[in-house]
């Protein structure tokens, strides 16, 4: 029987990452999953292939790097990653600080996304994630939705 | 001040109202010369250029949305609408 994973876990979690462009961030996040076991390699091939096509920057400085349902076949088991970055990525149109990259078997990261989005929509949350460096904080936020 | 058309849709996507028709539906808001926002029927609309607030409606398969433009042009509305209908459908 597998485990129950937290959907991040402390090595999940990443601040001042130095990458500088779109696919640096992006591929930086596939690696995050890929260490923590989530993902094989071929997600984060998949990750920027998706990110090419549509833009994951959902606003306020955050970007929701994931595959593609082709690339599902690829994930392990489902597992969020936070990477934030010494200095924002210019991400076509916008401006990004930090990503939490998603990997997911089935459509459940639809409802992750809308608890992301709740917990960006509230700004003292988003604060925090913005400049923590506690990553016993982010783990919280994610996990609980801040709750 | 533009009157509001209304126009109602079902999201078909098995996924539901995810971060792709998202994406899609932020850049036709951006694009365009009207105000978009989107609603389920009876509640408060969200503005449609922002990806954040339309990723909080949780918007599952198979519910009903409806598309406010802020526009006295019926025929650019219906246009939008059109466009807009079309990324909805589109499966993942």
């Known amino acids: ?147 | 001040m533009a009157s509001q058309q209304i126009f109602s849709f079902v999201v078909s996507d098995p996924v539901g109202l995810h971060a792709r028709p998202i994406s899609q539906i932020v850049k036709l808001a951006q694009s365009c010369d009207f105000r978009l926002g989107l609603r389920r029927p009876g509640a408060a609309a969200v503005s449609a250029d922002s990806a954040l607030r339309l990723l909080s409606m949780k918007v599952a398969s198979g519910e009903p949305l409806e598309l406010v433009i802020e526009t006295d042009d019926d025929s650019a509305a219906r246009a939008i609408a059109l466009e807009f209908g079309e990324l909805l459908a589109r499966p993942s």
């Open chain 1, 1 to 147: 029987m597998a485990t129950e994973k937290a959907l991040v876990q402390a090595d999940g979690v990443v601040f001042n990452h130095p990458a500088a462009t779109r696919e640096a961030a992006v591929l930086a996040c596939g690696e995050v999953l890929v260490k923590l076991g989530a993902v094989d390699r071929g997600y984060v091939e998949a990750m920027w292939q998706r990110e090419q096509k549509y833009s994951s920057a959902i606003g306020l400085g955050f970007a929701v790097p994931h595959g593609t349902d082709e690339s599902r076949k690829f994930v392990r088991f489902d597992q969020l990653a936070f990477v934030r970055f010494v200095n924002p990525i210019q991400w076509l149109e916008e401006t990004v600080e930090a990503c939490v990259a998603i990997a997911s078997r089935a459509n459940g990261h639809v409802e992750l996304l809308a608890n992301l989005a709740s917990l960006l929509l509230n700004e003292d949350h988003l604060n925090q994630l913005k400049t923590t460096l506690d990553r016993q904080e982010v783990l919280l936020l994610l996990n609980d939705g801040g709750r």
